[in-house]
Each structure stands twice: as structure tokens, then as C-alpha cells.
């Protein structure tokens, strides 16, 4: 029997086909039933495997069919570590042989080295990132040093949008040209919705994302000539008109496996040592692919699979809406909730801090169940992986792990939205107002927030100011009896 050598959909660069074997590829619809998912993940996963196995040719097998399992029974296999517990589970029970994980810059045995002897409140990501940065020399000197002298420019690069604008004004990023094997996965969507085999959620419009290895090239070289350049400065900024402002967008490129994380990596280096680049920028793009990155992807295997479910330190219960589950940005009045929900119906895809500060904040806000919003995370983003949202919304977002992921929990107000986008002047609520008609839920929420999670947050130190303020409100029990009962936002 053949040895084939099993790409999931998050193996399909030449990083994971490096011994040029015959390769088996499976397209299932099992994946998209387990939650609700946007059209266009689906779209993008399904393309991605499809014009991998064009690209092969007669070294490739595509196999359809209702299950993993079903597909691959009965096969001699071998398999890079898949990237999820169920992946995992399967490719062992079925005897295949498993190689090292990839698609990382440190491996699971490098963690295991580093975690070793650690406690839970021990493991910092700033930590982990020196600990890479040294051991990689990515932007350390001959001496060991951080080059400019700091580990961190993060406090360089959280500059409001520019007075005024409403774009960057950069140039527009080349999107992928569909063609007949993406026409083919819209049909077969269409098909699959029409008969009730798949629930889906978003919109799915001409493809926003590379497919393959060659647009996966050409989105990176745009965003090194053309975004890294004003990376930094406005990594936090958000503009209505101007969805992606200057990030990079490949987080499902690498999630893909279409990009090795390092030439990514180096390709910032080059261009910083070139002078393309500044050095906040670069430190600060580089932090999110070796830091960021790479921790979310230890600390899924680290803390376990029941991670999501076993965590809810801060006792949040409250189910999400419609409008979420959805993507109704029509059912939404604060403008940016509908803005950035809007983007994610249309794309799949928002930044960082309309990630954390706006969905996130919103969530922690509300008490939604930290389970559930993990699921609604996952399925909605295109690059929604089972091994990167736990960590992001319960650990990160939600602080419902009591502090391991992040040392408080992310709340904040109207007044931060208010500084770092362009949201506001555009809403039917004022973010200084936290009671009456025209009170911003994120204001009045906040100190709600506070007033519900005091029990709990109480002892942590980095939350004593917002608690000191809270004493202090004057109106603190009207603002809680009307967050209680809010129905408008």
C-alpha cells in the first residue's frame, strides 16, 4: 500500500510537502457543521484545498466525503501534527504516522523547555517573546541587546487615526482574480445551504483572501512595501472608511499554511534593514507573528482542552444576541458595534482592536458566556482556528481564566472608542454621557461592568484606579439599574 501523506486545510504551503510523496486531501462539510459558520471561511477553505490539488496534479488525491474519518479509513498515512485535539485524536486512531507540528517559529518541545518549572501566573507573553527574540536573534544586537535598547515599541505605536482623514490613503491591495474552481465552491455552497447541510452566516462576495501560495506572495509584498512603512503608529486606529487601514491581513494566509511565519518574519527584518521600515513598526508587527502567534498556539495544547469550558471566573451567563449570531449590523444603533459587526458580515475579518475593544470589550461587558462567544469568534472570522480563539477570547478578551492569558481584564469605555476611531461623532449615543437616552452603552456598561465583577477583580492591582473611580460615581446605582434593563444599543 501507498504512503500518502495526509495536508489538512491548515497544511497547504510547501512547508508541509517537503518530501514531494503522494498527498491525500479531504474536503468534508463536518467542519462547517459544528457551528455556524461565515460563507466566507468556507469559501476560502474549500478554494484553498481545491487549487492545492491543481497545483499538484497526479501526486495529489482529493477526496470528498461527510467525515474525516470516512475518508480515511483504511489508508497508510502519514501527517504533520494537525493544529486541533479532534485533528489529533483521529490521525492517531487510525494509525498514522505523526511528524513534529509546523507553521511555527518554536516548536512544542521548545515550549515544553520553557514552560518547565512554571506555575499558570507565571506565564507571561512578554516573557516568551524576549525568550524567542534571544534565542532567534531577531532583532537583538551582537551584544544580546535589544536593538534601539527596548524589547517593546508598543508605547510608540498606539497613535489615534490622522484629524481629518478617513483613510490611510494607501493603495488599494491586489485581491485574488476567482476563477472556475471558485465558481465551482460557490455553487456547491449554495447547494449545500439550499438543502440545510450547512448553516452559514456572512456574505460571500468575490474573495478577499490568497487561496494559494503565489497570492499569498503577493498580498505579503504589498503589505511590506506598501503597510509596514505606518504599521506602528496606527496598528490601534480604526477609520469607517478604510476596513484594513495598514495591517497586514495574513493571519489565515499563515493559518493556511500558505506562508512560513519565518520568511514573513524576515521580510520585515529586511525591510527595516533596508530602511523601509521604522523600527517601532517592525518590532511591533514581528511581536504579533513571534509573540502573539506563537503563545496563543503553545497555550491551546499548555492549558488543556476543556480550556473553554472550564473557565468563568467573572460568572458570565448571558447568551448572545441575534444581531451577533447573525451578523444584523441593521440591528445595532452604537455605530461602532454596527460598523465593525457590518465588516465581519461582509469579510469575515476585523483587526486586532476591533477585536479586543470593541467585539471583546463588548462581550466582557455584557457577561456573555465565554463558551459560546469563543464558538461565535471561531465561526465567524475567516481566520477563526480552534487553537487560536480560546485563548483570545476567554483568556484575553473575556478574562474568564481569571488571569492567565492577560493580568486584567481588557474594559474600557466610550472614551477609548472615541479616541481611536472615527466612530463616534456618527452615533445616536454620546461616549461621555453614561446615563439618560444618549448614554454610550460602552460608557455606562463599563462601570457596570465594574460594579457587577468588583467581588471578583477586586484584590488585582492593576484594577484599583477603575475600582477608586467607582467608589466615587456619584449616579453609580442608576447607571447599574439602567445597564440592567438596557434593550437599545
Known sequence: MVTQRLLFGEQLGPLFDDEQVPVLLVESTAAFRRRPTHRAKAHLYLSALRHRAAELGDRAELVRAPDFATALAGRDLEVVDPVSYRARRLVRRLGAEVLPSRGFVTSEADFADWVRGRTDASLVMDTFYRWVRGREGILMSPAGKPVGGRFSYDADNRQP?????????LPEPTLPVE???????????????????????????PRVFPATRAEALTALDEFIADRLPVFGPYEDATLTDDWRMAHSALSMTLNLGLLDPREVVQRALDAYAAGRAPLAGTEGFVRQIIGWRDWMWHLYWHLGEPYTTRNNALHATTRLPDAFWELDADAIQANCLRQVIGSVHERGWAHHIQRLM????????????????????????????????????????????????????????????????????????????????????????????????????????????????????????????????????
Open 161 to 169: 487615526p490622522p484629524k481629518g482623514a478617513t483613510t490611510l490613503q
Open 179 to 205: 476563477d472556475e474552481i471558485d465558481q465551482g465552491v460557490r455553487r456547491d455552497l449554495d447547494a449545500w445551504q439550499a438543502d440545510g447541510t450547512v448553516t452559514f452566516i456572512g456574505a460571500d462576495g
Open 358 to 489: 470593541m467585539l471583546g470589550n463588548w462581550a466582557l461587558l455584557r457577561g456573555y458566556d465565554p463558551a459560546e462567544t469563543t464558538e461565535w469568534f471561531t465561526g465567524a472570522f475567516v481566520d477563526g482556528t480552534p487553537w487560536v480563539m480560546p485563548t483570545n477570547v476567554v483568556g484575553m478578551s473575556l478574562h474568564a481564566d481569571g488571569g492567565i492569558v492577560a493580568t486584567k481584564p481588557y474594559a474600557a469605555g466610550g472614551s477609548y472608542i472615541n479616541r481611536m476611531t472615527d466612530y463616534c461623532g456618527g452615533c445616536r449615543f454620546d461616549p461621555k454621557v453614561r446615563l439618560g437616552p444618549t448614554a454610550c452603552p460602552f460608557t455606562a456598561g463599563y462601570w457596570a461592568f465594574l460594579d457587577r465583577a468588583e467581588p471578583v477583580i477586586r484584590g488585582n492591582p492593576r484594577m484599583s484606579r477603575a475600582l477608586a473611580g467607582l467608589a466615587r460615581l456619584s449616579d453609580r446605582a442608576e447607571v447599574v439599574e439602567q445597564e440592567r434593563h438596557r434593550t437599545e444599543w
